[in-house]
């Protein structure tokens, strides 16, 4: 069968957007409604596929333009072109997906020297104006478009006549006016293009075909479609519609209406009008528009047929419909409706509303928002109405808006936000050391990495505010400044950051809260429309879901704040974090013992630490899960750097001053150093090498669920052995710490399981499943072996040019590499529980909490999903909508 590239409106229907894009499927929808739509036919993205991949047309299209171009000017009574009474054609890009100003449109196409005449004969009274008028734009549009003429030449010519006519507006250029920017025009066509405007009406056709077509990989889309995570592959399609024209006098005009206001959700006529104009008026915003109220002032029978046309998209569509129309000497034309774009507010706001209507369901409302919007709503944002003063513009790493004084020394960081100050942490980039000030900080901020560097990631997980990548501040840490273009911020000085935007402010810029975080904290509905359609939603998600969604917490306030927004336990309490500060000096005695006994006194000294912060975290979350990793992080962390330490020493030797605890301490950083210690002694491999360390970890876990029980409380510890690779390994620390278990009385049964990170545990997941009660996928650390990529470095060096060459449509840090770690995934999710049917298995990676990702975790049959507490709403929802999709794939 030959492929057919080019279908008639009235062939295709709104089912058919991934061959006749989103604008041409919707115009084939409108057309068979019966709806007033100019006829015209669409050309599919298979064409463009195929032009894009060759360079050329594919063979035949250009013979089923013609056929289809004849069957138009038969429909319309014109030809394209013809002198006497030229059918005129506008031809627009238009992508699956929504791609506003992204791509290519050309109007007016069939205009030529001697058409123009013919135009302005059959246009009446205003004739000479308007086809005058509708040249200059054609040769505007064109040469911009498809011959790459700078805008700026024409913009310039177009304002000297309009001095010239000593006014600002187009419309009080007559048309002798016009007739000479025409003239003028086409002088600066030649001189930029190289060639003569083309006078041949199927060329033009043909050369703005071609346009559209290569808009696809234009810059500007190619950005959109990255930001949007649209797939580079689709291609657009192009539209060919009849010309109806909005610039024939005062009785015409042009315009975009909504169903409903799109930024609040609220019913009502909402849009804009221009009179005696065209569509591209309106978006350019060369003058100012009308609201629809003023044209059932203007053109009473216009408006009400707008109306009516407005009710029957949005009881088709069941949505609210965005629609572009032109009236033409008192005849309303719709040129186009799509499913609207809305603020994350209107999103849930709407869906519920149409709930209310009876229109959809509940799973149809939950499908309609998602978890991007609901993260845009939990953020706090800036008031900008005063324009303060921007100071620079770094990486918008975790977003949200935050002030506080600027500060770069973590420990002053605590101490300041322990007395009730709002601090923003500046550093040059972060460490596991600023942890504490991390925590005490409204914000981050610094001058180097990315949005995976340590302070992007960890400031995500948290929900608090990040600035990355600011490389115009100059840090000074210890002189406790930033200089940037001339101005110095010092400690104490309030700034602003924009995690949003990356943007950094001088000074206190106002911040507005989110009601929806005031919700899930306190669980009060109130009467904010918005809040009582995310508790709708959410709570209907919640009963939809079959994953459960645990949090990734470290204290019991992380604790608290998960259950308070509804994470049903613990999926990856991180013990690493409870070595930092004053128990370094513990750490350090653990790592200088000679003997066992010195070995026994540090690890004795850590115990009650380790139990009191169980304590706390159990009984926060009684009767619920709560999964412990072992210590994880490489022992050198929590030690000086070996060139700090080699300083001090040597200079300490000089003066004479020479420490026996700092020779000492350096003969063991130097022992323990290596080369890549995120690949060297860390996780399982410590436990086994380091007697004792497990086991005190364990004993801590057994005392404190022994000590909540006792108390009355409900603890159910889970014990997760990290980085294993071998089966042996975990049957190694498995039997020490059933030993210790047993050895504490009244302590409540303790699950024992492993962490899948290295490849080579999900590739050997059926091995590992016999001396496992539970897995947990480790997905930062699995992708990060998987791809061979050390996070903390690959992504400012090359992650952007990845981006750009499109090997990567989004970073595999941020949503789960599918056809690679997915699928390392899948086959220990198959190989485990062809061994072990009722493994309890998870994830505890940030992946945890990425929509996306959510919705693949379901799909590969994980029993639950972990991330941060911040996140854990997005997962609630993000996993109600995998559930409902998948019932909805299963139906069809």
Known sequence: MTEKYVYDFSEGNKGLNDLLGGKGANLAEMTNLGLPVPPGFTITTDACRAYLATGSQPPKLADEIDEHLLKLEGT???????????????????????????????????????????????????????????????????????????????????????????????????????RELVTAFKEVFSRHAGRQFPQDPREQLELAIRAVFESWNAERAVLYRRQERIPSDLGTAV????????????????????????????????????????GEDV?????????????????????????????????????LCDIEFTIERGKLWLLQTRVGKRTPAAAFIIASQLVDEGVIDLDEAVRRVNGAQLVQLMFPTFDLSAAPEQLARGVG??????????????????????????????????????????????????????????????????????????????????????????????????????????????????????????????????????????????????ERRRLRVRANADTPEDAARSRRFGAQGIGLCRTEHMFLGERRELVE???????????????????????????????????????????????????????????????????????????????????MHEQNPMLGLRGVRLGLVIPGLFAMQVRAIAEAAASVRLAGGDPHPEIMVPLVGA??????????????????????????????????????????????????????????????????????????RY?????????????????????????????????????????????GGDPDSVHFFHEVGLDYVSCSPFRVPVARLEAGRAAIEAVGSDSR
């Open 397 to 542: 790493a975790s977003p949200g808006a935050a002030v506080g004084k600027a500060v770069f020394d973590t420990d002053r960081a605590v101490r300041l936000a322990a007395d009730g100050e709002r601090v923003i942490l500046v550093r040059r980039e972060t460490n596991p050391d600023d942890l504490p000030g991390i925590i005490a900080a409204r914000g981050v901020l610094t001058s180097r990495g990315g949005k995976t560097s340590h302070a992007a990631v960890v400031a995500r997980g948290m929900g608090k505010t990040c600035v990355c990548g600011a490389d115009s501040l100059d840090v000074d840490v210890p002189s406790g400044q930033f200089t940037v273009d001339g101005t110095t911020v010092a400690d104490g000085d309030l700034i602003s950051i924009d995690g949003t935007t990356g943007k950094i402010y001088l000074g206190e810029v106002p911040v507005q809260d989110s009601p929806v975080v005031r919700y899930f904290e306190t669980g009060e509905i109130g009467d904010d429309p918005l809040v009582a359609a995310v508790h709708r939603l959410l709570t209907h998600a919640d």
């Open 239 to 278: 539209n060919v519609v009849a010309m109806v024209f909005g610039n024939l006098g005062g009785d015409s005009g042009t315009g975009v209406a909504f169903t409903r206001d799109p930024a609040t959700g609220r019913q009502g006529v909402y849009g804009d009008y221009l009179a005696n104009a065209q």
């Open 76 to 178: 319309m009574g014109r030809r394209l072109g013809d002198p006497s009474d030229p059918l005129l054609v506008s031809v627009r890009s238009g992508a699956k997906f929504s791609m506003p100003g992204m791509m290519e449109t050309v109007l007016n196409v069939g205009l030529t020297d001697e058409s123009v005449r013919g135009l302005a004969a059959q246009a009446g009274e205003a004739g000479e104006r308007f086809a005058w008028d509708s040249y200059r734009r054609l040769i505007q549009m064109f040469g911009r478009t498809v011959c790459d003429v700078p805008a700026g030449a024409f913009e310039k010519v177009l304002d000297e006549a309009k001095r010239a006519r000593g006014t600002r507006s187009d419309l009080d250029l007559d048309a002798d006016d016009l």
């Open 283 to 319: 978006v350019a915003g060369i003058r100012n528009t009308v609201s629809l109220e003023d044209l059932e002032r203007l053109d009473k029978a216009g408006f009400d047929d707008l109306m009516r046309a407005m009710a029957a998209l949005e009881g088709h569509y069941r949505d």
């Open 803 to 847: 981006l750009d060459l499109g090997i990567f449509r989004v970073s595999p840090f941020e949503s789960i590499d599918r056809d690679g770690v997915g699928r390392l995934i899948r086959i220990a999710v198959q190989d485990s529980r062809a061994i072990r049917p009722n493994l309890k298995i998870g994830v505890c990676g940030e992946h």
């Open 589 to 671: 005695a653990l790592i200088l013992a000679d003997t066992d006994e010195d070995r026994q006194l540090a690890l004795d000294a850590l115990l009650p630490l380790q139990r009191k912060d169980f304590e706390g975290i159990l009984t926060e979350m009684a009767g619920l899960p709560v999964t412990i990793r072992l210590i994880d992080p490489p022992l050198h962390e929590f030690l000086p750097s070996l060139e700090e330490l080699s300083v001090r020493v040597a200079v300490a030797q000089e003066r004479g001053e020479e420490s026996r605890r700092d020779r000492k301490l350096l003969a063991a950083v130097r022992r």
């Open 727 to 800: 089966v042996q390994e975990l049957e190694t620390v498995r039997a020490e710490a059933l030993t210790v278990l047993a050895e504490v009385s009244d302590a409540p049964e303790a699950l024992i399981g492993t962490m899948i990170e290295v490849p080579r545990a999900a590739l050997t997941a059926g091995e590992i499943a016999q001396a496992a009660e539970f897995f947990s996928f480790g997905t930062n650390d699995l992708t990060q072996m998987g791809w061979g990529f050390s996070r903390d470095d690959v992504e400012a060096s090359f992650f952007s």
